[in-house]
Structures are given as C-alpha cells and as structure tokens.
C-alpha cells in the first residue's frame, strides 16, 4: 500500500490526535492510504465533511453518478466508537443520483465502531470493479474480494453469506440489495440488516461500482485521551435517559411514538400530503406496534435506548424479524400517506424495502405519487400492471413496493423517483410529486412545522428532514429542556412552530450548523438535539475527553456551518442552485382537513425567508453562491480558490 | 422611585436571574428603576452592550456629545463581583466627544463589585445637574448631593473628601477631577485614586453634567447559583497563575514587563511613531521600575496577579503614591514615544494624569504630537510657552502634561486631542496626528501587529487596542499556550503577526467576537484572552455558576459579535462610516529603525483586509452597514427596524 500525505502547513499542533484513511481504486485494484495532519482531522473532523472534502478536491465536475468517477466516501468522526450512547453513526457521501446533488446518508448499528476498531476514519471507494466484489477489511489487512455468488442476492441473505464464508459471525457488514444493483436511484446501504443509510441513494452509487459490501471487523480498542470521563458519560445517560422524556418516549414506543401526537395537531401527513389527518391513525402507532406485531427493541452501539422495533407477524405478510420494524417516517410514508392503516402491511413493506435495500421515505413517497395519479387518471390499471392503487389498498402498496426492488413492470418507473417518474409520465403528474431537488420528502407537514419545510427547501441533499429536525417536537414533548438547550444556542425565544417570521429564520439558521455538527461528528440526535439527554455541554466534553483538545460550542457549530457550505459549492458546481430552493406547489394551498385546516404556507413569505436565509448565511442572494469572506471565515480559503479556479473555466 | 418594565416577550425563563438598573436624570432630579426580563439580562449581558442598548434606544440622533442629552451607562454584568479573579471590571459608555462616536472604556479597583453588593447590575445618567453634585448610592438609597465643595478638586481629595463627609472609608467612588471638569475631551473616570476608565473622553462627559462622583456602598453579598463551583475557579486561579509565563510576568514586573522584548523586535514605538527602537528603552522596563521606584504592587478586586504598581520618588518628582504607577501603555506614551528616558518623569506624567483624571495614552500621544510638530517648526517656543519642546524633554513632558489637565497656555489646545489640535494649528500638521476617528493610538505598532493594526482602524471607539489585543503575545509569550486556547475558537493555525494576508483577517474576525465578548462580561483580559490562566470553558462556566444558565462559548462569542454590531450602528447613524476606517498614513511608510526597519504596510493589502473584513462581517462593503440579516441572526431585529425608521427620516 502506497501512503499519501496531506499536508496543509507545519503547524505546532501537540494533542497527537491521528487517524488514518483508507483508499481503494476499484477500476484499477490500488489500495492506499491518505495520513492527513492533526489540523485536518480537527478542521474537517468526519462525516460529510471529510466526504464533501474529497468530493470537491478530487471528483470531476459534471460526472454521471452511476459512472466509475463517483466516490463513495464512508467516513467516521473522533468519537464514533466512543463507549458512550449515540455517538457512534457512519456517514456516507457520493454524488447523488436521484438529485445529481451532494449525496450523505448515516446509519447506526455496529457498523461505524467496527471500523474504527479496525484503525480506519474514513473509507474512499472510487472506480468500478469488472464484476462483483466485496470489501473485506481486516485491521489493516484489505481484501477485494469476488461476490458472484451473492450478486443479485437479499441484504440479509448476503450478510449471512458473508459471515459464513469469513468464518466470523461477529464481522459487520454494510451492504447493498437486489435494489442497489439494480441501480434503483433510492436504493440503500444496509448494515447489521435494519441500520440504513437510507437517502439520496448512495446503494445505486455503490451497486454501480460492483460493489456488494464493505465487511469489517477491527480487533484494536478504542483511544481515548480521558476514557473514564467517557465512561462517567455513559453511566450517566444509561442512568438518566428515561427520565428524559423524549428518549423515553423512544425507548417505549420507537420513533412511531409521535403519530398520535402529530395526527392530532393536524400535521400527520396524509394521501399524498393533502391532508394532516388520517382517521386510521390509531391503528399504525408505536403503542398499536407494542400491543400487536412488535417482539422485542434492538439499539445501536453503546446505545441503552433501544428504539429500534424487532416485529413478526404470523398472517399474510410473513414479516421476517431481522429485518426490524417501521420508524415513524416508514409509517408515514407506507400508511398515512397511502392511507393504508394495516400495521402488518406496513410492517411488510419495511421488511421488502430493507431487503432489496432500498429507502422507506422515497419508496412510500413513490407509492403515494402513484396512488394521487390513479386517482386522478393519469396512470391507469393497465399503465400499473393491474394493480388498483386506490388509497389505502395495502396489498398493492406491498406488491408495488417489491416491484420498485425489482424495478418491475411499473415499478421501474417509480424506482427512478417522483421527479424522473412524472418526467416519463407527464400530463401535469408532476404537481404529485412530492420532492426537492429530486429527493421524495419526508413525513413532516412544512405547513405547520415551518423549519422543517425552510429545511426542505434548502437542504443540500433535496428534502431531508435531518437539516432542522423536527421543530414542534420542541412543543411537543419537553418545552422546558428545549429551551434549557436551545439557549445553550443562544435561541432564547419560544416561537410559533408554524409561521414565517423573520426571528425563526435566524432559529432556522443556527439549529441548522447544530443539527450538521451533529451529523458531521456522526452523532444520533436522539442523543443530542434539543429535548434530548445530553446536554451540547456534554458534547463539547465527548469529543474533547476522545481527543484531548479543547474544542468548544463555537468551533463545534463552525464545524457544522464548515460542511454545509462545502456541500453547497458542490452543487453549485453540479449546477444546482437558487432554482432548486422549492418546495411543491400543494404546501402553498389549504391543508384538506385536520385541526390545521384551511393552513397554507405563504408563497411571498416563505421567498422572503429563503431570501433571509442566504443574507444571513453570507451567501450572494440572488445566485446562493457563499462570499469569498464566508468561506476564508470557514477555514476554507483552498475552497474560495477552486471556486474561482471553476467560474474562470466556465 | 417610578419603576419601568421593559418586556421583549412573553417567555419560559427558568432560571430566575434577574437584575434592576438606576436610571437619573439630572436635569429634572428624577431617580427611577428599570425592570428588564432575564431575556434581556440574557441577551445583552453587560458592559457596551447594555451601554449600546439604552444609546440606540433612548438617546437623540446628531447631539454634541457635552450636552445634557448625552447618557453616561456605568454597567456591569452577571459576572461581576463573583468571588473569582479578573471578572470585577465596570464599562462605561456614552457619546464620545473626542471622536463623536461610541465611548466606551473599563476601569477594574473594586467600584464594580461594590456596585454590585448594592444590588446594581447598571445606573444610566442623563441630563446635567444645576450645580455640582454627587451621586451616592447606599443600597436601595440613592442620593444626589451638592458637591461644591469638592469641584476643582483632585481625584485624590475629592475621593477622600466623600469617604469622610459620608464617615465611611470603604465607600467605592468613581470620579473625574479638573481635566473632566474642564471638558478635556480625553478625561476619564477613575476609581481608587488609579483604576481608570481611560480612553474616548468619558470624563469631559460626566464633568459636562456637572456630575463629579458617583460614590456607592453596597451592603449585600454576591449572588450565585453555584457559589461553591465559583470557590474552586478562583482556587484554581490562584494557585496557578504564577505557572502562566503571561500572568507571571504581570505580577512580577507590570505591564511593563514587556517594553524590552518589543524593543528588541523593533515594535516599540518611538518618536511618535517614527520609530520602532528607542536606545533607551532598558531605563523605562518593568524590571527598571522594580529596581528603582516601586513600593509595592497592588490589585483588583479577588485578584492575586496584583499587577498595578505603586511607585514614589524622593528626588525631583515627588510621585505621590496613592495613584499608583505607570502601565506599559503609559511609559510607551510618555516615554519612548517622546523619547523620554526618565522613568521618575513618566511616573510624574502619569501621577497628573490621574490626579487630573485624563488618559494617559492621549496625553502621552498628544504630546508626542506636539514634539514632532516642534521638531518640524510648525509650532515654535513661543506657540508653547516657552516649553523647549525637543525630542526627550523629560521636564517639558511633564509640564505640557500639567498643562492640558489645566487647559493652559498650549495645553488648551491640546486638551482637544491630536485630531482638533491639528485643524487648529494647520500646517500639514495633522500628518503627526497619530489617531483614528480622533483618539490617539495606544503603543503597538500596526507596521508589526497586523491585527491590532486593522483594530485601530476598525474599532468603533477610535484607535484602541482592546478590539484585538496583542496579536504578538502569541509569539512572544507562550506559544504552546496560545495556540491551546486560541484552537477553542476555531483558530487552528499559527499566522505570522507582521503579514496582512487573507486567513488572518479570519483570525481578526474571530478574536474581535472573544475581545468583544471579554468586555461585554467586563473581564480583564489578563485572566482569559489567548495567553492567560483561564480557559474558555474556564468563562463559560463562570458565567453558568453565577446564573444557572447552561450558556457556550458560541452564545457568549455571538454576545461579542452583537455588541461591536450594535455600537457600529450607532456610528453610522452618528455619520461614522467607512470613511474613518484607516490608519495614519505614518503607517503605510518605512519604519525607521530596529530590527523591523523598512517595514511598511501595503495600502492595497491592508484596505483589500478591510474589505474583506466588512464581508466577513456580513456588512455591506461599500458603507459598512450590517445588513439587515446579520442584525436579524443577532438576535437585534428591533435595531434592523429602528435603522430602516433612520434611513426613512433622512
């Protein structure tokens, strides 16, 4: 293995914090290693940071997702591995091919830690294997391996397979399904069968590589410069998470806890996001999952919360356990959106989806799209291979779900996304699709939790509801310890969840660098964000007890606001920009029914916090484009360079 | 008392942390108290930004700044007075009559903390008393009594005089002597005979209302949430500050200490600027002082540096000892700017100053000024009273000195600062006017502290070295320890301090936040600033055990950012602008001897700095007007308002 310095400057830099980054050339079967200096690591830290760092430094502008140029970056963070809850995600970053935008995706399990035990920050796969391989990562021994005979098989059955084969059952593996290689543009990486990073497609990124799967096992211990002080952390947040009433609400019921809560204010996104009410509603949550199919709760790494739902059902849909059970946004998306109010069927639908591997949100977005079409006869019984879509028929919802894995019949349109599927279809479908950017939107209602519809429209990554995660639940579950931790970021007011205003934007502004922090140290924000157990003060701690900095808040939050920037001049050199800022027309009309009724988002008012948004964000407001001041204030003078370098070559 | 609440909303508050504020009105003897909401204490904190506050709200547009309508805001924060080292400081602000703008200057001694125990957080003086009063304040008690008596007295006995009219010599007085009462526009306010508020003119303010003293008592004790966690600081601190090369060297030889190494790099400015290498400079040391003049050290409140110095001289000055000893500051003014060696006649110089109560460094600069105007015969013999005006004239130093606190002869026109005394004297002579938006430079040279350069030249107050103190310490003192604290805001990389280069203005930008911030909690710099005993995390918990806030060091960084936004908005609308944002053109020629000669700054290089700054800072570069958005992200939408009502009325 060839090693590569990065080398930024000789600076006094005593902590000794190091890590090491894999690199594999898939095309041309190099394997190296990048050593970056301790200033790297503290600039950049992990997640879509490193990622969008790579991304930018090393992809060639303009390239085809589903092409060899992509990278597929999986990148960890200092305290990913930490003994300590929710710190312990995987990140991964590609050029996207449902948005053609910057593509991140996280996911818990065991994936992350393994491969920090294993002495690696960050994986960077490129290139394209001549036929199907797997990765196979042993401490610092790397292996590309043949996959034929697990090529075209299931998440869960190619794990299996995996495992025998190594001889090791404790091996982790993140893997992609029949879905990925069939290059369906919302298809996932799996691990550990349940734990997804489930947007923006990065499994058809990885499935057009040849790539089956990354499987690592790591028999080093994690390093840490204070590992008792991680070690009173966890005891702490083992003894006290219940006493928080979100992580309670969580460990409980699961993330599903919330549809009551949400159908009865109104904003339980139903038939297509046209109405806030489902009148089933009582039959798809969490506490009707504990009463009925649930048969245990799984967690992640470290993690004492366990919100993850193992359910069996022993009727017609056969649920096969590994696979897990359906979050909240499943649940939206398969049955208030569909209006279908059978548990087992959404249960189905979540187990076929983690399967083929492939996304829960955008394939039951898809679903819905196809449905709104039926109904109003742009698509017909013929045109959907006999199904009738009408709402709330689970049985089509589950057969056209395995259909989308096999992009089959009219599944293969829908696996292409609403955006590309309206394309093909025509005849004005296009006002069904439920999308930004190309990405299908998740179950949170932007007519009542503004934020999160700001977040939609700006996000990065299309419609992520991770921007600036759930608003109301500040109302909803603990006002007393959102305000306690949202003033640790200076948000010293309690607003209005759903309406337009100038001081929500600057809300808007900095829980966005708080939620990306999060996401570029591979945090959980069930841990975290406000309403959450650990406090930021305890974040601060995490990450300086791991590394033996003195990081703090700032530097932490500058980190967040560092990575969306650097994504953000990825787009734009991808040619996405001010135009993509958008939500679907149906949010500036009347929500259908529901206590909210008659609620729509304002079209001039919402441009004006758009508009806010980039001033503040010290953007040029008419192109979106970061000022030169903005990025050298980020640490990212190389970046404000590049950025000129590009504009000159246009 | 009338009592006034302002109330910015409704809103979940918590923690109980309140505080009251006294308001007076000379013109009609009206005493009340204003009530804010913890929001407010919250938000604005203490020190310039509630000094800003009440200026931007209340005070009149365009009024010459010794007239009744100008306020004079004593103002604390939460931290004052806490049992803990350096976090006892009271800001003063007001409407600057020696540059027209924002006026601010701190003053540590222990009048804050007193004002404090009497249950103070602030007192706002307006309007101008019939005749000569005091302010006495008791407790809830507040009296304003006549002070015939003491006007045109020294700040030495008009101090005494209250003690013992009042039978109390533990009452606290902060006061101005004849130069406040004669209006010289650099007059200040002191406390303890020698803690003074020194720059922009603060005494020609006061002495404007007639108001010679504010003496205060204060019979309660500190409260705190954590009062035990505050004991274990302050513990900390004074075991270990000896162990910090900075606060060490502080305690053994002053301020001072350093003349000999900023010599040695050719940084200490001499002959008015000319110059960074003066011959003499080894009989003007800290260490020189020690050995010679100094009785014993003296401190502020809970402070064991002890950094003060009380000196006396037997021979020909006669330093009266009771208003201490000459600063770093103070012996660069006097003595190697005017090229004077004689540390007893710097020691005299600084004597009169205080017992006139003015500034040293404009009177230092001021007669620096005048030196060179003498050397180059714009002025002559007679112009200044026969004073032999030469280069190193040790007694005409002194007596000039005497002179401008007595508005005599020359010293009258002097009294009015380098900037009107130049207009008066004309002749070209305003290129030896060393100052910025008309006050004088403090003694660092910008040729080789790039960032306190672009401070002098940014600061809303003038030339001041508070913005960006110091930017060589780093180097000179404890680069291990810098760069260890430094790294906490971000700062990742060591940068040469003599280069105007794009990354350091980043670096400017954020130290201006920590700067800002320091003062707005009236800390002493010499406790928490890069280089010093305490750490960040070290002030975010203070301020937490104080207030039972859970606050970070990216609520209290936005702190500093807020108030240099606000006070940049009062001089705007005060017609301050991007216009006065430079340095004498002195700066832009070679320096003229030491190690560093020929050094020059780039005026491109350093106006492209500018620009880059007003970028960085979200203003719009061509006039340097936050925009509305910043304003807005800084929690200040109702200044965002009351500027578009401004700019309406024009």
């Given at each position: 293995m060839k090693i590569i310095d990065y080398k930024r400057s000789e600076l006094?830099?005593?902590?000794?914090?190091?890590?090491?980054?894999?690199?594999?050339?898939?095309?041309?079967?190099?394997?190296?290693?990048?050593?970056h200096d301790e200033l790297w690591y503290r600039t950049y830290m992990g997640g879509g940071c490193i990622g969008a760092w790579y991304m930018l430094k090393e992809m060639k502008k303009g390239i085809d997702p589903l092409t060899p140029g992509n990278m597929l970056i999986f990148s960890l963070s200092p305290i990913v591995g930490a003994p300590v809850p929710t710190t312990g995600r995987v990140c991964i970053s590609c050029k996207s091919p449902l948005t053609n935008a910057f593509g991140e995706s996280q996911m818990g399990g065991y994936f992350g830690p393994e491969l920090k035990f294993a002495g690696w920050d960050a994986v960077?796969?490129?290139?394209?294997?001549?036929?199907?391989?797997?990765?196979?990562?042993?401490?610092?021994?790397?292996?590309?391996?043949?996959?034929?005979?697990?090529?075209?098989?299931?998440?869960?059955?190619?794990?299996?397979?995996?495992?025998?084969?190594?001889?090791?059952s404790r091996i982790r593996v993140a893997n992609i399904g029949p879905a990925g290689e069939k290059l369906v543009r919302f298809a996932c990486v799996i691990n550990n069968k349940k734990n997804a990073c489930g947007r923006t497609g990065i499994g058809a990124v990885m499935g057009s590589k040849n790539l089956?799967?990354?499987?690592?096992?790591?028999?080093?211990?994690?390093?840490?410069?204070?590992?008792?002080?991680?070690?009173?952390?966890?005891?702490?947040?083992?003894?006290?998470?219940?006493?928080?009433?979100?992580?309670?609400?969580?460990?409980?019921?699961?993330?599903?806890?919330?549809?009551?809560?949400m159908n009865e204010r109104g904003m339980l996104p139903t038939r297509n996001f046209k109405k806030g009410y489902f009148e089933s509603a009582s039959m798809i949550t969490g506490e009707k999952m504990k009463e009925t199919i649930l048969i245990k709760n799984e967690g992640c790494y470290a993690c004492p919360v366990r919100c993850k739902r193992i359910v069996a059902t022993n009727e017609e849909w056969k649920v096969d356990p590994s696979y897990g059970g359906p979050e909240y946004e499943t649940i939206g998306a398969f049955g208030s959106n569909c209006e279908v109010s059978d548990l087992a069927a959404i249960a189905k639908a979540n187990e076929i989806c983690n399967r083929y591997g492939m996304d829960t949100i955008s394939s039951g977005v898809c679903i819905s799209f196809a449905m709104e079409c039926f109904e109003k006869g742009i698509i017909t019984v013929q045109d959907v291979n006999g199904l009738d879509l009408k709402w709330g028929n689970a049985k089509a919802m589950v057969k056209l779900t395995e259909m989308i894995g096999n992009r089959e019949g009219f599944g293969d349109i829908l696996a292409e996304g609403t955006k590309r599927a309206a394309e093909k279809i025509g005849k004005d479908s296009q006002q069904y699709a439920m999308q930004v950017k190309g990405q299908e939107l998740p179950l949170h209602e932007p007519r009542l939790k503004v934020n999160v519809g700001i977040g939609y429209a700006l996000s990065e990554l299309g419609a992520d509801h991770t921007r600036v995660e759930h608003d109301t639940d500040f109302d909803l579950y603990a006002p007393e310890i959102f305000i306690e931790q949202a003033k640790t970021l200076g948000l010293l007011e309690r607003l209005p969840n759903d309406q337009i205003i100038e001081v929500k934007v600057r809300q808007y502004y900095y829980l966005q660098h708080h939620f990306s922090m999060l996401d570029t140290l591979c945090c959980c924000f069930y841990g975290f964000a406000p309403v959450r157990a650990y406090t930021m003060t305890d974040l601060v701690e995490i990450v300086n007890a791991v590394t033996g900095w003195e990081t703090s808040l700032w530097e932490l939050m500058k980190l967040g606001e560092r990575r969306w920037n650097m994504t953000k001049i990825f787009n734009l050199r991808e040619g996405i920009g001010v135009k993509d800022d958008w939500l679907p027309e149906r949010f500036f009309t009347s929500l259908e029914n529901g206590v909210a009724k008659g609620k729509a988002l304002d079209k001039e008012e919402f441009k004006n916090a758009l508009k806010l948004f980039y001033e503040m964000a010290n953007w040029e407001p008419d192109t979106t484009i970061p000022r030169r001041a903005k990025l050298i204030e980020l640490d990212l003078k190389w970046l404000a360079d590049l950025w000129l370098e590009w504009v000159d070559k246009k």
């Open positions: 006094f830099m005593p902590y000794g914090y190091t890590g090491k980054i894999l690199r594999i050339d898939l095309s041309n079967n190099r394997i190296w290693i990048d050593k960077v796969v490129e290139g394209k294997a001549k036929k199907p391989v797997y990765i196979w990562i042993k401490d610092d021994k790397i292996e590309i391996r043949d996959a034929s005979n697990i090529w075209g098989k299931s998440i869960g059955e190619s794990q299996d397979i995996i495992q025998s084969e190594l001889e090791d089956k799967a990354i499987a690592v096992r790591g028999s080093g211990n994690f390093n840490a410069k204070d590992l008792s002080s991680l070690r009173e952390k966890a005891k702490w947040f083992n003894k006290n998470f219940m006493n928080n009433p979100s992580d309670r609400s969580l460990n409980l019921n699961g993330t599903a806890d919330i549809i009551d809560d």
